[in-house]
Every structure is written in structure tokens, then in C-alpha cells.
């Protein structure tokens, strides 16, 4: 709580304070969800940053607002963060950051596949087998393709 209270330029009263709790745990709750549940001792700088910046966010403008205007009392918000305006949130980069930080890399992968009972067979060529008794498809990934 200090930390976060060393992020904001006034000082929060009473109800504030509660506030700030509620948006530090669920900083907190969405930096493990998004990242992994590290142990208190061991979390790394960077996703207390995160958590501490994400929770300051919410304080400076809970409501979500983009405009505000004094002389005819105009305030404006918008759902420019979706579903997450006025409420705390990461942004994609922070979300990104927490994935890496917990070893989730995103992309795509190739698995051998085969059905139950059976074996995948060895040295198949770069070819997939068919179902039709004939040789296999040609399906060539590497540098062996005739293409």
C-alpha cells in the first residue's frame, strides 16, 4: 500500500484507502491469472510494477472518464479499454509482459498425432498416411520437399 501511495499525487482518506486495497487485490488476481501464481517472496519487479501501475490507473479516474469540463459540468467516458473501462485492467502490453515473465509464449506448435492403439510410424518421408490402402499424401515441411 505504501508503494501504491507513493505512485498518487494526493493523500487517500479513509474511503480511498479501502478502494486502493480492493484495486491492489485485484491487480493482483488478474496478474496470476494472466501470468501464474508466483509465491509472495519470489514475484518478480516487474509484475509488482505492473500490479502497483495498474491500481494507480483505477485511483486517478475510476469512472473511467476521457473529458471533463468545469464551466457546464460536462464529463464524458468512453469504452475505449472495453469492458474494462473503470475498472482495473492491463493493457495488451502489460498482459503480454506478464505471459513472458511467466513462460507462456504464444505461437503455434506441431505435435505428432495418432490414434489409439497405434504407433506413429517411423521415417514416414513427409508423407501422411491415408486411409485408403495407397501410398501417403506427400506433405513436405523441410528442405526435402520437391517444390
Request: charged share 30%; net charge negative; hydrophobic share 35%.
Given at each position: 500500500m505504501d508503494e501504491l501511495?507513493g505512485r498518487l499525487d494526493?493523500?487517500?482518506?479513509?474511503?480511498?484507502?479501502?478502494?486502493?486495497?480492493?484495486?491492489?487485490?485485484?491487480?493482483?488476481?488478474?496478474?496470476?491469472?494472466?501470468?501464474?501464481?508466483?509465491?509472495?517472496?519470489?514475484?518478480?519487479?516487474?509484475?509488482?510494477?505492473?500490479?502497483?501501475?495498474?491500481?494507480?490507473?483505477?485511483?486517478?479516474?475510476?469512472?473511467?472518464?476521457?473529458?471533463?469540463?468545469?464551466?457546464?459540468?460536462?464529463?464524458?467516458?468512453?469504452?475505449?479499454?472495453?469492458?474494462?473501462?473503470?475498472?482495473?485492467?492491463?493493457?495488451?502490453?502489460?498482459?503480454?509482459?506478464?505471459?513472458?515473465?511467466?513462460?507462456?509464449?504464444?505461437?503455434?506448435?506441431?505435435?505428432?498425432?495418432?490414434a489409439w492403439g497405434t504407433?506413429?510410424?517411423?521415417?514416414?518421408?513427409?508423407?501422411?498416411?491415408?486411409?485408403?490402402?495407397?501410398?501417403?499424401?506427400?506433405?513436405?515441411?523441410?528442405?526435402?520437399?520437391?517444390?
Amino acid at each position: 500500500m505504501d508503494e501504491l501511495k507513493g505512485r498518487l499525487d494526493w493523500e487517500l482518506d479513509e474511503d480511498e484507502l479501502r478502494i486502493a486495497a480492493g484495486a491492489l487485490d485485484d491487480a493482483s488476481e488478474l496478474a496470476a491469472t494472466y501470468g501464474r501464481e508466483w509465491p509472495e517472496e519470489t514475484v518478480p519487479r516487474l509484475v509488482r510494477t505492473l500490479v502497483l501501475k495498474a491500481a494507480a490507473r483505477y485511483l486517478r479516474n475510476p469512472n473511467g472518464y476521457t473529458q471533463s469540463r468545469a464551466g457546464d459540468e460536462t464529463l464524458a467516458w468512453s469504452d475505449a479499454h472495453g469492458r474494462d473501462a473503470g475498472t482495473v485492467y492491463f493493457t495488451r502490453e502489460e498482459i503480454r509482459l506478464l505471459e513472458d515473465l511467466a513462460g507462456r509464449k504464444r505461437g503455434i506448435s506441431s505435435v505428432v498425432v495418432s490414434a489409439w492403439g497405434t504407433k506413429p510410424k517411423q521415417g514416414a518421408g513427409g508423407c501422411v498416411p491415408v486411409d485408403y490402402g495407397g501410398d501417403g499424401f506427400p506433405l513436405f515441411g523441410d528442405a526435402a520437399s520437391p517444390w
